[in-house]
Structures are given as structure tokens and as C-alpha cells.
């Protein structure tokens, strides 16, 4: 291949103003490191290699917002220089530009005395013919196109543009759009494994989906092939945040944002149902017997609300623990004759909220003290 090795930019090293002002002053044949006899298969390779090094999404760590545009510059100067060679009649006009150019430049005015120099008439474009359309060359270009800036930026917006192009030349949008179905696809599944994790993950991912909006994929097509990759990221984040004193709230919130990602709300619940279930008894078993136990329990009853939670359920779920609790509190203050029963009436009325007073009637007259503590119920 004819690349040329001078002024071949050093991509490790930062983007500075100047060197976009270097790479403006480039011809086009340089900015893309070939030499002017370059064929179209070497300027489509040379175009493919050298967006790897400089277009913007494909560079790690690159946040700054400064340095980030002037990557964006260099690409669209890139691009230009590309499409300019990649058109036999675009190219044979700048051949002969720089032909024109390079030859005027070559002859000095600063001796008068000289002759003037001779008049050069340029060669002229081969006569206009009728190009040749080879559908097939055209859709292998396409398809490389559409896998090397996919995953860009303004990756979907080009890949529009060009198929636009294409249909002017007679090719189909939808013959191009089941053509491309696998790598719009494989783009979307990655990039949503990518963010979803983040605090504004689903943010981007809504944002991500209204730029492949017409590359021919219906919505459910690409919700369908993220279903599973958002039920189990609300399923992680919420194991990790339910313990917490405002799990609930924030999980709450993760259901709101995870909004409009084509899983139902009920769905998303579902899916944590049984983590809810198993916190909420693991908080009863470890609370019931505190002081503030019963209170602290039927906050939490009320925190789990706004995940959509069944009070009835879950109290059902802990019916035995707040009973067996009950004995062992009426057997530990039964025999307390000054507080003992002051102490047991107090709970009683603690766990009502909880438990029906009639269930703990019935658990406290199989007890042989039940006579000492039946005008309690």
C-alpha cells in the first residue's frame, strides 16, 4: 500500500489548536497519509484505518470538552479528504488542482527581467461518462460503513445520510436496513451493558434509542433484546440497596428512571418480589424484639409501599415470629408482679397494628397464666 510516512500525526499525544490548524493545512492525500497515486481500494483502507486512531467515540479516557472538539475537527477534515477521493470525478478535479497549484507555485516573480513563464494548460477530465453501477461494490462499502460508525457519536446520523445516498442510486432503504439489523442490534445490546449500571445509565440508553430511530428497527425489536438486561440490573441494584434506611425510596427511583425502556412497572416488581419478602422477614426476625420493635417494623411496612408492596401478605409472611415473640415476652414479665402487666399491655397494643388482638387472644389462652391477662384483649 502507498502510504507516506511524513507528517504522520502522533495520535497517543494530544490534540492541541495548533494541530488542527496543521491538519486544515494538509492536502487531502496527506490527511489521510497516501500518496497521490494512491488506488480507490488503498484510499477506502487508509480512510478505515485512520478513523480507528481518531474519531472521538473511539478513544478512551476522552472527557475533556476542549480537547474532545478538536478530535471532532480533525475526523470531519479526515472525512472530507475521504469523501473527496472516494469520487472518481471529485478526484480527477483536486488531481488536477494540486497538479495546477504545484506547477504555478514553481515559478518566481521576483525577477522582473525573467521571461514570463510559459502557459500551462491543465489537463482536462477524461470525458464524462455514464459510471458503472455495481449494486454489490456499493453494499459491501455500505456495510463497512455502517460497522466502522455505528458505535460513534453521530454514527446513526451518517449511516441515514448514506442511505439516503444509496436510494438515490436505485438501492432499496429496506433491502439496506435487514442488511444492517445485526449491527444495529449488537451496537444497542453493548452499549446498554455498557451504561445501564451508571446513575444516569437509562438517560443515555433513552437517548441512544431516539438516534437509532430510523435505521429501520421497530422499538419493541430493541426493547425485546434488552428485556432481560434491565430485569437483572434492577434485581442487583435493589439487593444492594434494600438494607439501607432509604432503600426502598431509592429503588423506587430506579423504577422511574428505568421508565420507557419497554419493561412494565409490574414486571420490574415481580422480579424483586421475593428479595422484598425475604428482607422484610429478616427485618422483623431482628427488630421484634427491641423496644421500639413493633414501630420500627410497621415504618418499614410503610417504606415498602411505594414499591407496591401487600401489607397483608407480608404481615402474613411474619405472623409467627410476632406470635412466638408474644409468649416469650408474656412469659419473661408474667412473673414481674409490680410492671408485669403494664408491660404486657403496652405490646399488646404495640402489636395490634401488626397482628389482629384476637389472634394473640387465642395464642395467650393455651398459656396457664391467662387468666392474670385476659381482661388485656
Same mark, same amino acid.
Given at each position: ?39 480507490? $481500494?488503498? /484510499? ?5 484505518? *485512520?478513523?480507528? %486512531? !481518531?474519531? #472521538? +467515540?473511539? &478513544? ?126 449488537? $451496537?444497542? /445490546? ?5 451504561? *445501564?449500571?451508571? %446513575? !444516569?445509565? #437509562? +438517560?443515555? &440508553? ?172
Amino acid at each position: 500500500m502507498n502510504f507516506k510516512q511524513e507528517g504522520n500525526f502522533n495520535s497517543e499525544s494530544k490534540i492541541t489548536e495548533e494541530n488542527v490548524q496543521s491538519w486544515q493545512n494538509k492536502n487531502y492525500y496527506q490527511r489521510l497519509n497516501l500518496s497521490q497515486n494512491a488506488t480507490a $481500494d488503498e /484510499i477506502r483502507k487508509a480512510f478505515r484505518k *485512520i478513523s480507528v %486512531t !481518531y474519531h #472521538p +467515540d473511539k &478513544i478512551q479516557g476522552l472527557q475533556n470538552e476542549s480537547l474532545r472538539k478538536n478530535y471532532e475537527e480533525v475526523f470531519k477534515l479526515i472525512s472530507e479528504a475521504y469523501n473527496a477521493l472516494s469520487d472518481d470525478m471529485q478526484k480527477a478535479k483536486y488531481d488536477n488542482k494540486l497538479h495546477y497549484s504545484s506547477t504555478s507555485s514553481g515559478f518566481s516573480q521576483s525577477r522582473t527581467h525573467q521571461r514570463p513563464p510559459p502557459t500551462y494548460n491543465p489537463p482536462q477530465p477524461p470525458p464524462k461518462q455514464e459510471k458503472k453501477f455495481d449494486k454489490e461494490k456499493e453494499i459491501r462499502d455500505f456495510l463497512d460503513f455502517a460497522k466502522g460508525n455505528i458505535n460513534g457519536t453521530y454514527g446513526p446520523d451518517y449511516i441515514k445520510k448514506k442511505i439516503k445516498e444509496l436510494a438515490a442510486l436505485g438501492i432499496e432503504p429496506k433491502e439496506l436496513f435487514t442488511l444492517i439489523k445485526d449491527i444495529v442490534l449488537k $451496537d444497542w /445490546i453493548t452499549y446498554v451493558k455498557q451504561e *445501564i449500571n451508571g %446513575t !444516569y445509565g #437509562p +438517560d443515555y &440508553i433513552k437517548k441512544k434509542l431516539q438516534k437509532l430511530d430510523g435505521l429501520g428497527l421497530d422499538q419493541t425489536i430493541f426493547f425485546s433484546a434488552i428485556r432481560d438486561i434491565v430485569i437483572n440490573d434492577f434485581i442487583t441494584y435493589s439487593a444492594k440497596e434494600i438494607n439501607g434506611t432509604y432503600g426502598p425510596g431509592y429503588i423506587s427511583k430506579r423504577l422511574k428512571n428505568l421508565d420507557g425502556l419497554g419493561v412494565e412497572k409490574k414486571d420490574l416488581l415481580s422480579a424483586i418480589a421475593k428479595l422484598t419478602m425475604d428482607h422484610f422477614i429478616s427485618f422483623v426476625s431482628k427488630e421484634i424484639n427491641g423496644t421500639y420493635g413493633p414501630r420500627n417494623i410497621q415504618k418499614r411496612l410503610t417504606d415498602f409501599k411505594v414499591l407496591g408492596t401487600n401489607d397483608t401478605i407480608f404481615l402474613t409472611s411474619v405472623e409467627k415470629i410476632i406470635t412466638g415473640y408474644f409468649v416469650t415476652f408474656i412469659r419473661e414479665n408474667i412473673k414481674n408482679t409490680t410492671f408485669g402487666i403494664k408491660y404486657i399491655q403496652k405490646r399488646i397494643a404495640e402489636l395490634s397494628p401488626l397482628i389482629e388482638k384476637k389472634k394473640l387472644f387465642e395464642i395467650a389462652k393455651a398459656e396457664p397464666y391467662f387468666d392474670k391477662i385476659k381482661n388485656l384483649f
